[in-house]
């Protein structure tokens, strides 16, 4: 059987679990098929306010199936190019998505389940979460975005360590780089995901999404242009109905109730 994702809500929080706990939650073309559609609809959906993307038991994602990927080299190369595309399509959506994407690691996140862990907006981990890009050892290089992402947060050096050598990392480490939003105690990491997410799930909806746009874009805008779409924003926010609510409830000392 295949991986298969799972989906739950906690009020207004949307929780995927990549779920084959036997293969550490390899990928399948299920478990892509159905994150891309579920995130279409929490992005369709006004009464979600936030994502968690998590692993079933005690890991999070070790990416592909070594298994499948034998098989497609006897397939020829377009049945792989078929699985990337549709691979690159689940990490494009988590990024796109407007709402507050958290990835909750536990465990390993091995491969392209640690490009996905990437491709969220913030990462919450258990403090004896492993994270690990192992291609070289079998021959391969990334996929999954795993390359642009670190190159984004990461001096060169230290990205090609990763990419090249593949050993593990640790969540400290990755914090301490920068990386990893909130540690927790083993077992703890999803606990802690929710406690983020229903926090980001209380605040304003469209001043959320668009401060994940002004963040995504920033690094390739000139400062003039980062500007002026600050200035679009802010306005376009401040004679939004949540800034009305936030305003006089903050005058009010009340909390306030975003819609």
């Not at 230290?158 to 077992?187: E, R």
């Not at 936030?246 to 306030?256: C, H, Y």
Request: with cysteine.
């Amino acid at each position: 059987m295949p991986s298969e994702l799972l989906t739950e809500r906690h009020g207004a929080v949307l929780v995927l679990t990549i779920s084959d706990p036997s293969t550490r939650n390899t990928l399948s073309q299920q478990v892509i098929a159905a994150g891309i559609e579920a995130l279409g609809v929490a992005e369709a959906d006004e009464t979600l306010r936030a994502v968690i993307l998590r692993g079933d038991g005690a890991h999070f994602c070790a990416g592909g199936n070594l298994q499948g990927l034998m098989e497609r080299r006897q397939s020829g190369p377009d049945a792989q190019r078929q699985m990337l595309d549709h691979l690159h399509q689940f990490v494009e959506a988590l990024r796109a998505c407007p709402k507050p994407v958290i990835a909750c690691v536990e465990g390993a996140a091995a491969g392209a389940g640690f490009s996905l862990a990437l491709a969220c907006d913030l990462i919450v981990a258990a403090d004896d979460a492993r994270f690990i890009l192992s291609y070289g050892r079998i021959g391969l290089s990334p996929d999954g975005g795993a390359t642009w992402s670190l190159a984004q947060a990461l001096p060169r050096a230290l990205v090609q360590k990763l990419v090249w050598l593949g050993d593990p990392v640790t969540a400290q480490q990755l914090q301490g780089w920068g990386l990893i939003g909130w540690l927790a105690g083993s077992a703890q990491a999803f606990s802690e995901a929710l406690r983020v997410a229903q926090r980001l799930a209380d605040m304003a909806p469209n001043a959320i999404a668009s401060a994940k746009e002004l963040v995504q874009q920033a690094g390739t805008q000139t400062l003039t242009a980062q500007l002026g779409a600050e200035r679009d924003h802010f306005i376009n926010n401040l004679f939004h109905a949540n800034a009305g609510e936030g305003l006089q409830a903050f005058m009010a000392k009340r909390p306030p109730n975003f819609r």
